[in-house]
């Protein structure tokens, strides 16, 4: 029988009380391999603009590549899944894609990159769909076609794997048992081919959710051996039921690679700016810290929250000092203008930190004092006289280099310092490594 090449893309069919779209991929990559459709590629889960105000948790999105003798049969059975898996009462837009073809058109990763780093509407969405001629399903009011057709034609240029765990369905809701130690160990062992598992300034375990969600954990890495031998060092009370590795856009910070426009920044756009900082950052209520910087003479006020453990270095910063400073743009209220809401900075070039001091006497090697307003100053041993103050350099406690928030303070796509220069380009899939696993 004739095959034929399926991308399927989905999104936004979870909510905060419950469902998560990567679990619904794997109950459908379970249907798929009984269907026994050839799989083309890991799943992707694709991380869009996490700045967008309706986001569920992480504003993730799922692509499967497929080819299959049977593809009227799979897209209803998929979409019966989604209409029945997704929490719809509980606020989600499912959106569903069927695109058949071997190749995928460039526009579709260049609508995945507005999708990434901006907002698009669903009218646009919807637009795109009729355009393209896609199948297309979506309940509510659509958002979740945005995600779909941004995952499936997602232009990686650097990418990562998670392993996601499942949980039994008699334990959802209840609390994670994992033995941190197992983690700890874990990070040791696999280190830096696996990311973020462990924060050990916070002694706290970053695999696992804490939501009622079947996810019971995460593990990331930059090849799928790794995730798996991560995946098998962490021990716990409770078994889980299965996995799914999937290719990822997550740990690799593209969402803030588009350099935002200081004249006209767009409220829940993100991307970064490059600019000077126009004066000593404030801490104010509740630890976090306020500065403003400027960008050819335009003037953006930047946020830094206490949570992000950026506060200590940013207060650091003085003005004179030049600034990539990168995050997302909070909508302007009444009680505050628009603001950069700080996920990195990086120090470009410090500036010299120079206080003026009374002169200090050649002799006596004291500081000499004023003898009064606009009369110079002198010394009170020697009588010796001089004109003007002394500029003095202060050491500056900051470094020219990039800061990042603590590991616990990472949203899914922050580049982790491990990460720095490192890019998974080569786009391959190997059928022969366990990526699904379930006992069915
Ligand atoms: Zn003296």
Redesign the pocket.
């Known amino acids: 029988m004739k095959e034929t090449i399926l991308h399927i893309g989905f999104d936004d069919t979870d909510s905060t009380k419950g469902m998560c779209t990567t679990f619904l991929a794997y109950k459908i990559v379970e249907y798929l391999k009984k269907e026994k459709v050839k799989f083309l590629d890991y799943p992707y889960l694709i991380r869009f603009n996490p700045n967008v105000p309706w986001k569920t948790r992480g504003n993730g999105a799922v692509a499967l590549k497929i080819s299959t003798s049977k593809p009227v049969l799979i897209k209803k059975n998929i979409i019966q899944f989604i209409t029945k898996h997704s929490a719809v009462e509980d606020g989600a837009n499912p959106g569903l894609v069927f695109y058949e073809n071997k190749e995928i058109p460039k526009h579709f990763s260049e609508f995945g990159k507005i999708a990434l780093c901006d907002i698009v509407s669903r009218k646009k969405a919807k637009e795109f769909v009729s355009q393209n001629n896609l199948e297309s399903f979506y309940i509510g009011n659509g958002q979740g076609l945005v995600g779909a057709i941004g995952a499936i034609g997602y232009g990686f240029r650097d990418f990562t794997y998670e392993l996601i765990s499942y949980r039994h369905e008699s334990n959802f809701g209840k609390k994670r048992l994992i033995f941190k130690d197992s983690v700890k160990t874990m990070q040791k062992a696999t280190f830096p081919q696996t990311f973020n598992n462990f924060d050990e300034s916070k002694d706290r375990v970053l695999i696992a959710p804490h939501g009622p969600d079947p996810v019971f954990f995460g593990v990331r890495g930059e090849d799928v051996d790794s995730v798996i031998r991560g995946a098998s060092l962490v021990n716990s009370k409770e078994k889980f039921h299965g996995y799914m590795v999937f290719r990822s856009n997550q740990g690799t910070g593209d969402h803030l690679l588009t350099e935002l426009d200081s004249k006209n920044l767009k409220p829940f756009s993100s991307g970064f700016l490059i600019g000077k900082v126009l004066e000593k950052p404030k801490i104010e209520r509740g630890g976090h810290a306020f500065f403003s910087i400027d960008t050819d003479g335009i003037k953006t006020n930047c946020a830094v929250y206490k949570p992000t453990g950026l506060t200590s270095k940013t207060s650091k910063l003085i003005k004179g000092d030049l600034v990539k400073v990168g995050g997302g743009i909070r909508k302007a209220s009444k009680n505050h203008e628009r603001i950069l809401n700080i996920e990195f900075f990086e120090v470009l070039k410090l500036e010299k930190n120079l206080v003026s001091k009374n002169p200090i ?4 090697k ?1 500081h ?1 004092k004023s003898r009064g307003r606009g009369q110079g100053y002198e ?6 006289m001089s004109q003007n103050k002394i500029l003095k350099e202060i050491p500056r406690d900051l470094e020219e280099k990039l800061y990042l928030p603590m590991p616990s303070a990472h949203r899914h796509l922050t580049r982790p310092l491990q990460r720095i220069n490192r890019f998974n380009t080569t786009i391959k899939f190997d059928n022969s490594k366990k990526w699904f696993c379930n006992p069915n």
Not at 361 to 364: D, H, L, R, T
Not at 379 to 384: F, R, Y
């Open positions: 006497c050649s002799k006596c004291k000499m010394c009170k041993k020697c009588v010796q």
